[in-house]
């Protein structure tokens, strides 16, 4: 049956979006979270001795963080709202997905991609990237993400929908298979996404947590070094939305030099040493094989896949395909709608 997909459609669709946007409060983007990780849910690794380990990880992190909010550290947007929920609440959820990230949804749920565990060597750059997700929501990124969506909205509505016109039918048959509902939340995790301010800032405050949480100073840009030294640091830092690999390789190079003299007090073993991580990033990989791949998984699998890097300055093809294939399931459900 052919159905008329048009861009007035997609006006309408900006309009409502325009018309019940507000400033993001704690509560709703906290409510917003929640809601998404009814849909992520089936990709995390249930298994408890993961995801014990990991919540401790976070909660060395977290601990960390409430002390510094104590000193009054870090930006006006971390002390703008009673933050006492960010203390309590946050769960780190390990998902299982192929594609190398990590992200906040700036509520209570932040995730690890269990690609992105396979790649540290240790305990420290698991922390690290952990430490930088918590910086996001330390300093509410997503709220003002989503205050300056609505502001862009407009033409990035456009664009899915010439996108569609474009190449849509391709991607037609694909998205069926994600499951009714699709298109609903496909647009709030393609609006996702940090500025590059936001990336370097969520470092700086991902970088004192990590330090004063115990972990080595010397190895916070282990993991961009990594990613530098497999050739991800190709893009120009202009054309990027990310600072470059380099650039916070050398910010956290910095950092540690000009730490005070009594920093090495802060020090603590590690929850796992290197043999112990070893072992849980084999955990990791052997639970993640025994997940029912059905069709819940798929769909959480594809939304972790199209959201954007907080990591990776350059998106890999399997999330231009996972974007690309949410559009497509967006577009058809507006076309759905306005025929009814
Ligand atoms: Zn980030």
């Known amino acids: ?27 709703s983007i906290r409510a917003q979270a929640t809601d998404y990780h009814k849909e992520l849910e089936p990709a995390v690794l249930t298994d408890g001795e993961l995801r014990d380990y990991l919540q401790q990880l976070g909660q060395r992190v977290v601990a960390s963080a409430k002390e510094l909010h104590a000193q009054k550290f870090g930006p006006k947007s971390a002390f703008k709202d009673d933050s006492s929920w960010m203390f309590t609440n946050e769960q780190f959820h390990l998902v299982n997905s192929s594609t190398l ?20 060597r240790t305990e420290d750059e698991l922390a690290a990237v952990v430490a930088h997700e918590f910086g996001h929501v330390y300093a509410r990124h997503v709220h003002k993400g989503s205050d300056r969506q609505y502001a862009v909205l407009g033409g990035a509505v456009l664009l899915g929908a010439a996108g569609y016109a474009a190449g849509g039918k391709e991607h037609g048959k694909e998205y069926a298979a994600y499951g009714a509902g699709l298109g609903m939340i496909a647009g709030n995790f393609l609006a996702m996404g940090f500025t590059r301010d936001d990336e370097a800032e969520a470092d700086k405050l ?41 650039s916070r390789v050398a910010a956290a190079k910095q950092r540690a ?28 990989e052997a639970v993640g094989k025994t ?18 890097s907080c990591l990776v300055p350059q998106e890999s093809q399997e999330q231009v395909e996972a974007r690309a294939t949410l559009e497509a399931a967006q577009a058809a459900e507006q076309g759905d709608a306005k025929q009814k």
């Open 101 to 120: 990230n990590a992200f906040t949804t700036g509520g209570d749920h932040a995730y690890i991609y269990s690609q992105l565990m396979r790649e540290c």
């Open 206 to 246: 991902g970088f004192e947590f990590y330090t004063h949480a115990g972990w080595d100073p010397e190895r916070f840009g282990g993991f961009f070094q990594q990613l530098i030294d497999k050739g991800f640091d190709k893009t120009p830092e202009a054309a990027s939305d990310h600072p470059s690999l380099s």
């Open 291 to 308: 997940m029912p791949n059905d069709q819940s998984l798929a769909r959480a699998k594809l939304l972790l896949a199209a959201v954007p």
């Open 1 to 27: 049956m052919f159905r008329v997909r048009s861009i007035p459609t997609y006006l309408a669709l900006l309009l409502s979006l325009v018309v019940g946007a507000g400033c993001a409060t704690d509560q």
């Open 257 to 284: 030099a000009a730490l005070p003299a009594t920093a090495h007090e802060w020090r603590k073993p590690p929850i796992a040493d290197d043999a112990r991580f070893t072992a849980l990033k084999a955990r990791a």
